[in-house]
């Protein structure tokens, strides 16, 4: 056998053997002939058997000259040993624990002797022998002293490894073992080595069993497939950390991540570290955040335990430690710490960017945004994500699906697996992946979070159920089709380049109430398969100033990832003009609607404002405008066509129902027409009876007073009689 050890357990075995020649020296300096221990004790012959190899070796070491002699030998070639397997590139992990946390001799050596029962359970019995107590098993501050100390000198210079801030107690590496009274005197104290510390020691290589839930250790070997790492490369980050760190300089780095398309963010990582030939440490701070541990030593155990195994750290959702305002200042504090004392090359990923404070300024820092992938992008991942995988179907357009919903990868990939799901249900492995199928996966995936401010409408609606002009429906047709194309000609044929903002597309529908306005809103969102929500103004405008503003942020934030319509129904009440600035409550009015113009103009998804009264919105909305759809009152010709298929086809209707009567002198719009039908039926099925004229007379009367509208027989003819 040459100097060099063979393995890790070889060293360890021959730290123990001088540790044993350590207790040996410890025992002839404790025993007196008046020793005794209290009931059950260790005899001083058991202690010699553990502590001899042979009747010849407790001879030779009788004297504490002796054994002092032998103690620095066995240390000294150790050391040696040590130092050979350095360079055979052998890996012992207790002097690379010390170099790790910088550890002194003595650190390293405490390590050890709280090592010991770990491996063998004769030294649970000497270091009770040792401390004259046999219940006490694991070794005392006093205890360690008296084998590692010399002089009352070194005792007093030794303490300082034993301090709070010392590396022991920073790093986690001995703890204590006393759970009655842990703050009793020093001396007196029991230390046992953190079983993260004795699993590495021992060789292993799992992630410490506390951090199992909320992290994840990811091989170097691990790469990123090629649509991810080419995302990643979008940015400049990848080429600037490969130049830092080819600088022979390059020391301690953060790389803070920012934005919604977290995969990508995650594929950088895994891309860097596959370069550098590093595993990573991923960990879910969320998660981390419930652990029933402190937080201050649950985020040094992530550090700690990346540093034992050679690896970057990634944290995701930093986002999280910002929450709880009262807490956020000692988690920050605490985490800079663990990352200023252990983090050597670090990512810190999070849809909005984390901002460092000074105290890491040895850290070099990187920072890049990942937005939600281009629209290219977004149609090259959706192809991708359903290339060979399912037949499509003839009407199915991939570009059309990339522009309605901004997507991340991650979030097309889902939506991808969701459709082909529908169409494995219906049809079977054979069966064709439709344009429903994906834009249902798609509204699912968006999750919309609006619920809160708006609430969702059902778009059932066809065109053939939509009364309006033909103009009219020119024009919806034009601003679905505006829609449909929106980001080839923004993107494809270059116009984005010269329309850096209102990238976004805004409608008007003005008109009378009942004219189709919600129902025409609805109609679009089916056909372009995305859903609509009205936003319940009640829960936007607040009367505490600020508050409106912080609202409708939320409202286009969320609207953002939710890829839905939002519908402003009674949109003059807060898009109305500006006034003269009067007193403290005009100039907060006119913000709130300079702080819409501005929400208007950045929002690139698609808002419906509907109105009753057009002239009372802000001309500046109007301007901004893509377009602008007038819902007249219905004239006879489409008043009939309402009445004939405004009841259902199951719906039994009276011989003397007179469609054109009713088209003809009820000039009404076709909400009240929709309202009185239903009304209708209900007298109708009160009665046992079928909707006849007379039912429907009398709900129209109801409607009319509902609305404040006098009956007058001009209108009503020969059924005056009934409403008179």
């Known amino acids: 056998m040459g100097d060099e050890y063979t393995d890790n357990l070889e060293h360890l075995q021959d730290e123990l053997r001088w540790l044993d020649l350590v207790i040996r020296l410890g025992v002839l300096r404790a025993r007196s002939p008046s020793r005794k221990l209290a009931g059950v004790c260790v005899s001083d012959a058991a202690v010699d058997e553990m502590l001899s190899d042979s009747p010849a070796d407790e001879v030779a070491l009788s004297s504490q000259a002796q054994l002092i002699e032998q103690i620095d030998a066995t240390r000294a070639a150790i050391q040696r040993r040590i130092a050979v397997s350095g360079e055979q590139g052998i890996p012992l992990l207790l002097p690379r624990l010390a170099h790790l946390f910088s550890l002194s001799p003595f650190e390293v050596d405490v390590a050890l ?44 210079l030794a303490r300082r490894a034993f301090l709070l801030s010392g590396r022991l107690a920073r790093y986690h590496l001995v703890q204590c073992a006393d759970t009655r009274d842990p703050a009793h005197l020093l ?11 004795v699993h590495y020691l021992l060789g292993g290589k799992e992630i410490d069993p506390r951090l199992a839930s909320c992290a994840r250790l990811i091989p170097p070997a691990a790469e990123p497939d090629g649509d ?57 701070l969320e ?51 663990a990352m200023r004392d252990m983090g050597w090359t670090s990512f810190v990923a999070g849809t909005h960017p984390w901002e460092p404070s000074s105290s890491l300024k040895e850290h070099q820092l990187f920072f890049a945004d990942f937005p939600v992938p281009s629209y290219p992008q977004r149609r090259h991942l959706w192809e991708a994500a359903l290339n060979g995988r399912q037949p499509l179907a003839a009407d199915l357009e991939v570009s059309e699906v990339a522009a309605h ?53 059902l778009t059932r609606y066809a065109w053939n159920e939509l009364v309006l002009p033909e103009e009219q429906k020119t024009q919806l047709r034009e601003i679905i089709a505006y829609i449909r194309h929106h980001e080839a000609v923004y993107t494809d044929w270059g116009f984005g380049q010269k329309h850096a903002m209102g990238r976004g597309t805004n409608v008007l529908f003005t008109g009378p109430s009942g004219t189709g306005k919600t129902m025409a809103a609805g109609m679009m969102a089916g056909e372009l398969g995305l859903d609509l929500y009205k936003i319940d103004l009640s829960t936007v405008v607040s009367k505490y100033i600020g508050e409106t503003e912080k609202n409708l942020q939320r409202v286009f934030k969320e609207a953002e990832t939710s890829n839905a319509i939002l519908f402003f129904d009674e949109a003059d009440a807060l898009f109305g003009k500006r006034s003269e600035v009067k007193d403290s409550h005009d100039r907060y009015a006119n913000i709130e609607v300079n702080y819409l113009l501005q929400k208007m103009e950045e929002h690139e998804g698609i808002v419906i404002l509907a109105t009753n009264f057009s002239k009372n919105v802000d001309d500046a909305f109007l301007r901004r405008l893509h377009f602008a759809v007038l819902f007249p ?35 009404i719009a076709g909400g009240n027409i929709k309202n009185i039908a239903l009304g209708a039926a209900f007298l109708a099925q009160s009665g046992n009876d079928r909707i006849g004229m007379r039912h429907i007379v009398l709900a129209a009367k109801r409607e009319f007073q509902k609305v404040g509208k006098i009956c007058v027989k001009a209108d009503f003819g020969e059924y005056y009689e009934l409403v008179s």
């Not at 000497?126 to 000198?153: K, M, N």
């Not at 998660?287 to 195994?309: G, H, N, S, T």
């Not at 939506?415 to 429903?436: E, F, H, S, V």
């Not at 010709?637 to 054109?660: G, T």
């Open 228 to 284: 991810a790492e080419a995302l990643a490369l979008d940015t400049p980050l990848l080429p600037g950390l490969q130049r830092y760190l080819s600088q022979p300089q390059a020391g301690q780095w953060i790389a803070v991540l920012h934005g919604p398309d977290r995969a990508s963010q995650t594929e950088l990582a895994c891309a860097l570290c596959a370069a550098l030939r590093l595993p990573l440490l991923q960990v879910e």
């Open 633 to 667: 009152s219905p004239e006879k010709a489409e008043r009939l066509h309402i009445w004939r298929q405004v009841f259902p086809s199951a719906a039994p209707l009276a011989d003397d129902v007179d469609f054109e009567f009713l088209a003809r002198r009820l000039k």
């Open 287 to 337: 998660a981390l955040l419930e652990q029933e541990m402190r937080f201050e030593q649950a985020i040094r155990l992530v550090f700690r335990d990346a540093a034992l195994k050679g690896a970057a750290v990634y944290l995701e959702h930093s986002e999280a430690l910002a929450r709880d305002g009262d807490k956020a200042t000692a988690r920050a504090r605490s985490f800079e710490g």
């Open 187 to 197: 001396l007196s104290r029991s230390l046992q080595l953190d079983d993260g510390i």
């Open 113 to 156: 002797v709280c090592l010991a029962p770990e491996l063998d359970r004769k030294y649970e019995r000497l270091y009770g022998y040792l401390q004259d107590d046999v219940t006490r098993r694991v070794p005392s501050v006093e205890l360690i002293f008296h084998l590692l100390c010399d002089s009352l000198e070194q005792r007093v």
């Open 405 to 457: 919903f901004r997507f991340t990868r991650e979030e097309i990939q889902n939506a991808a697996y969701a459709a082909r799901n529908l169409a494995l249900l219906r049809d079977g492995p054979a069966g064709t992946l439709t344009r429903a199928d994906l834009q249902t996966a798609c509204r699912a995936e968006s999750s919309p979070r609006l619920l809160s401010f708006a609430r969702k409408i």
